[in-house]
């Protein structure tokens, strides 16, 4: 069993559906004691996890004991947030046939869904600075992976689609499959299209969502899709370049401290104070030795501190902006402690959701998106081979060959870190390039 599902998710394509899209097969290929289900969902307007919860109990339930099984774990932890009611009511009725799994509800703060606060919350174990959930014994997985890995556990099925929140200024939010390698306006077509002529469309959550071209493709890691207008708020401050934002940390950083003390890696103890990193930004010293430019490594780019802020700063670009050039550099985090106990009142400092809402200026679209089930008869897709973390897959497939749905089309790189690419609909191929494969019905 265990090395069949691990070759098993290797056989299908399933990578982390919630961020980056580490492939799934190396991540359940350890030893852990605990696995922690991120059923957190902390950006705001999201759906799809919290619905899938509830909805799949079973399905998500049946995977998590096999991913279990498959790391020898003791325990299988699911951190949601109490609001997510229908869910913790779906999941409990199940639990009884999963003596080995609880529920941790967590409150309504963001981020709790980044992979460190979620350990903690749920295991009260830190991860070290610089350092993933395996030093700590605990491995986190998504909601949407595990129902991948039930998937093809059960019915042999590959990832050829992904789920979707379609919101925002979209005529019918809601949340749906959508086949991998349709276009961002194909996509919003089926939330009714967009109420306005003049927008822009993110890419994922507000805080870290990036914004995306309509021509864009759906991949294995697309969660969201919001739609704005061109000049709203959120969109000015993401497109802000950073040489302003270095320029207003020197013009109008105050050193108030509060970015730090919302911040949620410096509240589990790891040597990340913003405000000192501001410093560094506007005049190239902390005036002390504690902080370093090599201190942004250990930020993960919530975006927090931009909101902590009442001057509206945007610590969070500057240290993106130092892990890239120091990374051009060649230089890699030096930073490694091992903190053996969070912030004193670190519970007090979180974020609340609504507050963070009404400061992106998202009220308005901080509506349900209900699940919906939407039919795949799309007449050509763009698959792209890097949908997830390592060396793009390599086509297997050639120009004129005809291809059904749920075939490879794109196999791992011998002895690379990759993932499989599958058909997402049956047709003939009619490109493949370096860095993808079309396919037309
Ligand atoms: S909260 Fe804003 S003003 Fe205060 S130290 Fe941080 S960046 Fe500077
Ligand atoms: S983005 Fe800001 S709040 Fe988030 S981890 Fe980095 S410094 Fe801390």
């Known amino acids: 069993m265990s090395a069949n ?14 961020g980056a899209g580490f492939p799934t097969q190396v991540k359940i290929n350890c030893t852990v004691d605990t696995v922690v289900v991120n059923g957190a969902e902390c950006e705001p307007l999201l759906r799809v996890d ?59 703060f963001y981020p709790a869904g980044d992979e460190q606060v979620l350990v903690y919350e749920t295991t009260k174990r830190i991860v070290p600075e610089g350092g993933i959930p395996l030093n700590v014994n605990t491995m986190v997985i998504n909601v949407e992976t595990l129902l991948g890995i039930y998937d093809i556990m059960t019915a042999g099925k590959p990832v050829i689609d992904t789920y979707v929140t379609l919101t925002g200024e979209v005529k019918r939010p809601l949340t749906t499959k959508l086949p991998l390698g349709i276009t ?5 077509e089926v939330a009714g299209g967009t109420t306005i ?54 013009i109008a950083c105050m050193q108030c401290n509060y970015c730090t003390e919302l911040c949620p890696r ?18 190239a010293s902390t005036l002390d030795t504690s902080t370093q430019a090599t201190n942004a490594f250990l930020c993960c780019e919530c975006g927090l501190c931009q909101y902590a802020c009442v001057m509206d700063l945007q ?37 609340n ?56 089309v794109a196999e791992i790189p011998e002895g690379k870190l990759s993932s499989r690419i599958f058909a997402s609909i049956s047709g003939r191929v009619s490109a493949v390039d370096g860095d993808k494969i079309i396919i037309e019905s």
């Open 50 to 108: 919290q619905q899938l919860m509830d909805l799949e109990a079973v399905k998500m339930l049946t995977a998590l004991q096999a991913v279990m099984d498959q790391t020898q774990a003791k325990e299988g932890i699911i951190g949601l947030k109490k609001k997510y009611k229908p869910a913790i009511e779906s999941l409990t009725k199940e639990l009884v046939a999963f003596p080995k799994i609880r529920i941790h509800q967590m409150g309504n």
């Open 266 to 283: 410096y509240a589990l103890g790891h040597n990340l104070e913003p405000h000192k990193l501001m410093r560094i930004a506007a005049y």
């Open 353 to 408: 959701v609504y507050r963070l809402v009404s400061r992106l200026g998202l009220t308005k679209y901080d509506l349900p998106a209900p699940m919906v089930e939407t039919e795949n008869n799309y007449k050509k897709v763009s698959l792209l081979l890097s949908q997830h973390i390592g060396a793009p897959a390599q086509p297997i497939v050639k120009v004129g060959e005809q291809v059904d749905q749920g075939q490879l």
């Open 315 to 351: 610590p969070w670009k500057i240290n993106t902006m130092l892990k890239r050039e120091l990374g051009g550099r060649g230089i890699k985090n030096p930073h490694h402690n091992a903190p053996e106990a969070a912030v004193p009142f670190r519970e007090g400092k979180q974020f």
């Open 5 to 18: 599902l691990v070759e098993l998710v290797q056989s299908a394509g399933i990578v982390g559906a919630g």
């Open 197 to 250: 002529d003049e927008f822009v469309v993110i890419n994922g959550g507000p805080m870290m969502g990036k914004i995306v071209d309509v021509d864009s493709t759906i991949t294995k890691t697309t969660k969201g899709l919001i739609v704005l207008p061109k000049m709203h708020p959120l969109i000015i401050s993401k497109t802000k370049p950073v040489k302003e934002s270095m320029k207003m940390a020197a």
């Open 184 to 188: 961002v306006k194909q996509a919003l």
